[in-house]
Nanobody
Framework: QVQLVESGGGLVQAGGSLRLSCAASGRTFSSSTMGWFRQAPGKDREFVASISWSNGNKIYADSVKGRFTISRDNAKNTVYLQMISLKPEDTAVYYC????????????WGQGTQVTVSS
């Protein structure tokens, strides 16, 4: 099992920035990829970004490309999501997740951290 704890959410004005952190513990050696997802009220959970632990390959959703940056610190088992030029539509609960090397799906999830962007 991989335990994930998000932090860094909060209230910010449109155009502002915020950095989210996700600390991983437990069976981190089995984790291949870390991803960020978000869910706004009344909407489905959507993919935001992902990064590979091994080679650092990154994938971004079109909605955040150019504004969000995902990164990782392997020594700290921590993944970050730097968000700039925030928009009200970025308001959501943000979750980090882990995908094991042997699976095509994410199977470990954090508790989520609230990001609210005021207009």
């Amino acid at each position: 099992q991989v335990q994930l704890v998000e932090s860094g959410g909060g209230l910010v004005q449109a155009g502002g920035s915020l950095r989210l952190s996700c600390a991983a513990s437990g069976r981190t050696f089995s984790s291949s990829t870390m991803g960020w997802f978000r869910q706004a009220p009344g909407k489905d959970r959507e993919f935001v970004a992902s990064i590979s632990w091994s080679n650092g390959n990154k994938i971004y959703a079109d909605s955040v490309k150019g504004r969000f940056t995902i990164s990782r610190d392997n020594a700290k088992n921590t993944v970050y999501l730097q968000m700039i030029s925030l928009k009200p539509e970025d308001t959501a609960v943000y979750y980090c997740a882990s995908r094991p090397v042997y699976s095509t799906r994410y199977d470990s999830w954090g508790q989520g951290t609230q990001v609210t962007v005021s207009s």
